[in-house]
């Protein structure tokens, strides 16, 4: 099934795609016991409450159905628990790591980054130079924490697709550079933390170097998601999804989950780790890199919004649909 959440008629809603190409309004549908988002939904799904199966067998009338475009699309969940992202998952960015990564490392992103289908990516020139990173996301469903990797797909509700912008003129702003005085016992304390670190020379073995991603992530519009929240079931493997990236009608970049350096299911379990996942979260797996064939740009780096305005940006991930966003540059 594919799920969405949307605005008709100046209320928000949340439904699904029937046969006819038409979105159920699942609060029509339901009525008085229909939850109040597309999360808690999913909640009520997971603990038996609802079934999809009647649902999908049922012939809904007109007078519960929308047609697609009247809707204003939103993030199929708009406000979840957690956005967490994956560092650097892929395996272009780890064959130039001073050190690999071991397991996967994560950011947190917030809930009013995230915007829907059509909706506009704003942002301003003070941004910089600010990317799209084309990437699949994972919505939980059964929550859990220290979950086996083995049993991590089972926690899967869904599937979605996800642009992970991020605007590297705010990450320089807060990077920070902190130099120990000569003579402290910096070395002695912090050896076994930051050992990993090619030292090139005394001068150099004194420095710290710390950046802080939450505006770089995390402004508002920094995380289109959508258009749809694909059920898992129809997903045979997704660490083997093509995922293909536009400006306009141009093809920017082509690659695969199958290139993540991170399996979902390392990903998923790694994080409940330390992170109790519940249903509704998110967790965006890891960049798509490459680049297409006679693509303008070489690398991600290369594609900067901020000399895009008006633009389109599209991500198309196979079985899961096209994200597409305009782009606006504010002064």
Same mark, same amino acid.
């Given at each position: 099934m594919?799920? %969405? =959440?949307?605005?008709s008629?100046? @209320?928000?809603s949340?439904?699904f795609e +029937? !046969?006819?190409?038409? *979105?159920?309004d699942?609060?029509l549908v339901l009525g008085?016991?229909?939850?109040a +988002?597309?999360?808690?939904?999913m909640?009520?799904v997971? =603990?038996?409450?609802i079934?999809?199966?009647?649902l999908?067998?049922?012939d809904?009338?007109q ?7 009247? &809707?204003?699309?939103?993030?199929p969940?708009?406000?979840p ?6 560092a650097?998952?892929? @395996?272009?960015? @780890?064959a ?9 490392a994560?950011?947190?992103s917030?809930a009013?980054?995230l915007?829907?289908q059509? @909706?506009?990516i $704003?942002l301003?020139?003070?941004?910089? *130079?600010?990317n ?5 996301? $994972? ?13 991590? &797909?089972?926690? $899967?509700?869904? #599937?979605s ?5 991020t605007?590297?003129? &705010?990450?320089?702003?807060? =990077?920070?550079?902190i130099?120990?005085?000569?003579g402290?016992?910096f070395e002695a304390? /912090?050896?076994?933390s930051?050992?990993?670190?090619e *030292?090139r020379?005394?001068d150099?073995?004194?420095?710290m /170097?710390l950046t #802080?991603?939450a505006r =770089?992530k995390?402004c508002?519009?920094f995380a289109p998601m959508?258009?749809?929240l ?6 045979s493997?997704p660490?083997n999804?093509?995922?293909?990236s536009?400006q306009n ?6 690659? !695969? ?8 299911e390392?990903?998923?379990a790694?994080a409940?780790? #330390? %992170?109790?996942l519940?249903t ?7 960049t ?10 070489a690398?991600?780096g290369?594609?900067?919004l901020n ?5 389109k940006v ?7 649909g ?9 002064d």
């Amino acid at each position: 099934m594919k799920f %969405c =959440s949307f605005v008709s008629e100046g @209320q928000k809603s949340y439904g699904f795609e +029937t !046969s006819d190409g038409q *979105i159920a309004d699942l609060r029509l549908v339901l009525g008085a016991k229909a939850p109040a +988002t597309l999360a808690d939904f999913m909640e009520e799904v997971v =603990s038996g409450d609802i079934s999809l199966d009647s649902l999908m067998a049922e012939d809904f009338s007109q007078d519960y159905k929308k047609d697609p475009a009247l &809707l204003t699309m939103l993030a199929p969940i708009p406000r979840p628990g957690k956005i967490m992202g994956v560092a650097i998952n892929n @395996q272009i960015f @780890q064959a130039l790591s001073h050190r690999p990564s071991a397991t996967p490392a994560f950011f947190f992103s917030a809930a009013t980054a995230l915007t829907g289908q059509n @909706q506009p990516i $704003v942002l301003r020139k003070e941004f910089g *130079i600010t990317n799209p990173e084309p990437e699949l996301a $994972v919505i939980i469903g059964k929550g859990g924490k220290n979950i086996k990797e083995e049993d991590a &797909l089972d926690h $899967v509700f869904g #599937y979605s697709v996800i642009n992970d912008v991020t605007s590297h003129g &705010l990450k320089a702003e807060d =990077s920070i550079e902190i130099i120990v005085p000569e003579g402290s016992d910096f070395e002695a304390r /912090y050896e076994k933390s930051m050992g990993w670190r090619e *030292i090139r020379d005394a001068d150099h073995a004194r420095r710290m /170097y710390l950046t #802080y991603h939450a505006r =770089s992530k995390g402004c508002d519009t920094f995380a289109p998601m959508g258009p749809w929240l694909v059920t898992a079931d129809e997903i045979s493997d997704p660490n083997n999804l093509t995922v293909r990236s536009y400006q306009n009608e141009e093809p920017t970049f082509v690659d !695969s989950t199958a290139n993540l350096t991170f399996s979902v299911e390392k990903v998923i379990a790694h994080a409940s780790r #330390y %992170c109790t996942l519940e249903t509704g979260d998110i967790i965006h797996c890891g960049t798509a890199a490459k680049p297409a064939e006679n693509s303008s740009f070489a690398s991600l780096g290369h594609w900067d919004l901020n000399e895009s305005n008006g633009a389109k940006v599209s991500i198309e991930i196979e079985g899961l649909g096209t994200l597409v966003n305009p782009v606006v540059v504010e002064d």
